[in-house]
């Protein structure tokens, strides 16, 4: 049986006025309506809506509506791991947190995802992934954690089911008492997808497969976890191309640059998103382009580990399909995918000059973009008659936010603007800047308790994470 992810029944209609409406495919409207019909966009178009008796109408005054953000890569039970080795590059930032998150049960899990999902909620996002790649023995079952906490704060869902098999011993970067067995990955990744995965339009979860990187994963891992994936009809997910560490360490072990390696090993195609890509040839940017891979670009995170600048503006430039991710909360603290629009174009403006990337292009990347990545392109990413009314208000003609005379630079230029409206399926999940769904001040403390309750479970194991590493 195919399980089924559907979201609480939203109210029948729902109209929109008085909104600058920016749908990301076709023309802006400046002002104008939209119409919502269970959890569907029914219409949009100029000037006040028909008149509907019995709909629940929004006044949209003051704001911008676009589509729901859609993050694209994230580690959610980082929350509560977030502040430490604030000095560090990736490996050794890795090194110094893989024995803290081998401490975490499913408890802590579901209060970071609650709290990071809020989070991301509260900033526009209203489709998720999250890469879980760390599962200690006996500590319950996290892989469904992040999936209650997501369902408590109404957001549609993609879990990857991550993994690691390549530990110290065997050349790979975790120690090995945080990998697991190959055939015990393969056999828990199955059971996920069986358990939580929906494949229907509407769907509120889909699973993907996403062994963690190539410093942390065997090859054979790598090609059973496609072919699992592809068996499945999932989509596959992993970390790539981060660091010049990673470039290193793939010439040394495997004799090749990392998208060479992945080439080889059948992980490049039209189902397949990276996470970063940022160390990337000419000749890297036209393979990913000429076979469909999308990315993830983290500009924040990138740029906290000292990682580099992804070369966004060329990339776009080849085809190539790029997303937006927050990456995991203990890499890119507090981020939330509202502001990684600002950064993305920022970055992008620094390295190629003012005209690499526009407000609108940003915009793009944070909602279809995420939404190509994510294989739900129809359903999700732009306002359009017939796709999933997920739909957010920005309320970027208030006071401060007015004098900025087009909204959607407000949006992007600026820091997030607040929220006025937040729909996930027709369904109201943020209003006036609060949770709606669950308790708002609750949602937050669950992550603060999560980071208490790592780090006494990391103490109990002997490990605490230093807020700074000594070099
Ligand atoms: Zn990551």
């Given at each position: 049986?195919?399980?089924?992810?559907?979201?609480?029944?939203?109210?029948?209609?729902?109209?929109?006025?008085?909104?600058?409406?920016?749908?990301?495919?076709?023309?802006?409207?400046?002002?104008?309506?939209?119409?919502?019909?269970?959890?569907?966009?029914?219409?949009?178009?100029?000037?006040?809506?028909?008149?509907?008796?019995?709909?629940?109408?929004?006044?949209?005054?003051?704001?911008?509506?676009t589509p729901g953000l859609v993050?694209?890569?994230?580690?959610?039970?980082?929350?509560?791991?977030?502040?430490?080795?604030?000095?560090?590059?990736?490996?050794?930032?890795?090194?110094?947190?893989?024995?803290?998150?081998?401490?975490?049960?499913?408890?802590?899990?579901?209060?970071?995802?609650?709290?990071?999902?809020?989070?991301?909620?509260?900033?526009g996002c209203t489709t998720?992934?999250?890469?879980?790649?760390?599962?200690?023995?006996?500590?319950?079952?996290?892989?469904?954690?992040?999936?209650?906490?997501?369902?408590?704060?109404?957001v549609r869902?993609?879990?990857?089911?991550?993994?690691?098999?390549?530990?110290?011993?065997?050349?790979?970067?975790?120690?090995?008492?945080?990998?697991?067995?190959?055939?015990?990955?393969?056999?828990?990744?199955?059971?996920?997808?069986?358990?939580?995965?929906?494949?229907?339009?509407?769907?509120?979860?889909?699973?993907?497969?996403?062994?963690?990187?190539?410093?942390?994963?065997?090859?054979?891992?790598?090609?059973?976890?496609?072919?699992?994936?592809?068996?499945?009809?999932?989509?596959?997910?992993?970390?790539?191309?981060?660091?010049?560490?990673?470039?290193?360490?793939?010439?040394?072990?495997?004799?090749?640059?990392?998208?060479?390696?992945?080439?080889?090993?059948?992980?490049?195609?039209?189902?397949?998103?990276?996470?970063?890509?940022?160390?990337?040839?000419?000749?890297?940017?036209?393979?990913?382009?000429?076979?469909?891979?999308?990315?993830?670009?983290?500009?924040?995170?990138?740029?906290?580990?000292?990682?580099?600048?992804?070369?966004?503006?060329?990339?776009?430039?080849?085809?190539?399909?790029?997303?937006?991710?927050?990456?995991?909360?203990?890499?890119?603290?507090?981020?939330?995918?509202?502001?990684?629009?600002?950064?993305?174009?920022?970055?992008?403006?620094?390295?190629?000059?003012?005209?690499?990337?526009?407000?609108?292009?940003?915009?793009?990347?944070?909602t279809?973009?995420?939404?190509?990545?994510?294989?739900?392109?129809?359903?999700l990413?732009?306002?359009?008659?017939?796709?999933l009314?997920d739909v957010v208000?920005?309320?970027?003609?208030?006071?401060?936010?007015?004098?900025?005379?087009?909204?959607?630079?407000?949006?992007?230029?600026?820091?997030?603007?607040?929220?006025?409206?937040v729909l996930v399926?027709?369904?109201?999940?943020?209003?006036?800047?609060?949770?709606?769904?669950?308790?708002?001040?609750?949602?937050?403390?669950?992550?603060?308790?999560?980071?208490?309750?790592?780090?006494?479970?990391?103490?109990?194991?002997?490990?605490?994470?230093?807020?700074?590493?000594?070099?």
């Amino acid at each position: 049986m195919t399980p089924t992810s559907e979201p609480p029944t939203p109210p029948t209609t729902l109209l929109i006025e008085n909104v600058h409406i920016a749908p990301v495919a076709g023309p802006e409207i400046p002002s104008g309506h939209i119409i919502v019909e269970g959890d569907r966009i029914a219409a949009l178009g100029p000037g006040p809506a028909p008149l509907t008796p019995g709909a629940r109408r929004v006044d949209g005054s003051g704001c911008l509506a676009t589509p729901g953000l859609v993050n694209t890569h994230h580690h959610l039970y980082q929350w509560a791991s977030q502040g430490l080795a604030q000095d560090a590059t990736l490996f050794e930032w890795l090194v110094a947190l893989y024995d803290v998150w081998a401490a975490m049960d499913a408890e802590v899990v579901r209060g970071a995802a609650t709290a990071g999902l809020g989070w991301l909620a509260l900033a526009g996002c209203t489709t998720s992934s999250d890469h879980h790649y760390v599962f200690p023995k006996g500590r319950g079952d996290l892989f469904a954690a992040g999936i209650e906490a997501a369902r408590e704060i109404g957001v549609r869902f993609h879990p990857a089911r991550g993994s690691m098999d390549r530990g110290r011993s065997h050349g790979g970067l975790p120690p090995d008492e945080v990998v697991e067995e190959l055939d015990d990955v393969l056999a828990a990744t199955a059971e996920a997808i069986d358990a939580h995965h929906d494949p229907s339009p509407s769907s509120m979860v889909r699973v993907a497969v996403a062994p963690c990187s190539p410093f942390s994963v065997s090859a054979r891992l790598m090609t059973e976890s496609a072919a699992l994936a592809r068996a499945r009809g999932v989509r596959l997910h992993t970390h790539l191309a981060e660091t010049l560490d990673e470039d290193e360490h793939c010439v040394e072990q495997f004799g090749m640059r990392p998208v060479d390696y992945m080439d080889k090993l059948g992980w490049l195609g039209p189902d397949v998103w990276l996470a970063h890509a940022v160390h990337l040839s000419d000749g890297d940017i036209v393979k990913l382009a000429r076979t469909g891979t999308g990315s993830a670009h983290c500009p924040s995170s990138n740029a906290r580990l000292g990682a580099g600048i992804a070369r966004v503006s060329e990339m776009l430039r080849q085809g190539a399909n790029v997303g937006l991710g927050v990456d995991g909360s203990a890499s890119s603290e507090l981020t939330s995918l509202a502001g990684e629009m600002r950064q993305a174009l920022l970055f992008q403006r620094a390295r190629y000059g003012p005209h690499a990337l526009s407000a609108r292009q940003a915009l793009e990347l944070a909602t279809l973009g995420g939404a190509r990545n994510l294989g739900r392109e129809a359903e999700l990413g732009s306002l359009e008659p017939g796709k999933l009314a997920d739909v957010v208000l920005w309320r970027t003609g208030g006071p401060f936010a007015a004098a900025v005379a087009d909204p959607v630079c407000a949006l992007v230029f600026g820091p997030p603007p607040p929220v006025a409206l937040v729909l996930v399926g027709g369904r109201t999940v943020v209003e006036d800047g609060e949770l709606r769904t669950t308790p708002h001040d609750a949602a937050g403390r669950a992550g603060a308790d999560a980071h208490r309750r790592l780090t006494r479970l990391a103490a109990e194991h002997g490990f605490t994470a230093a807020r700074e590493i000594h070099h």
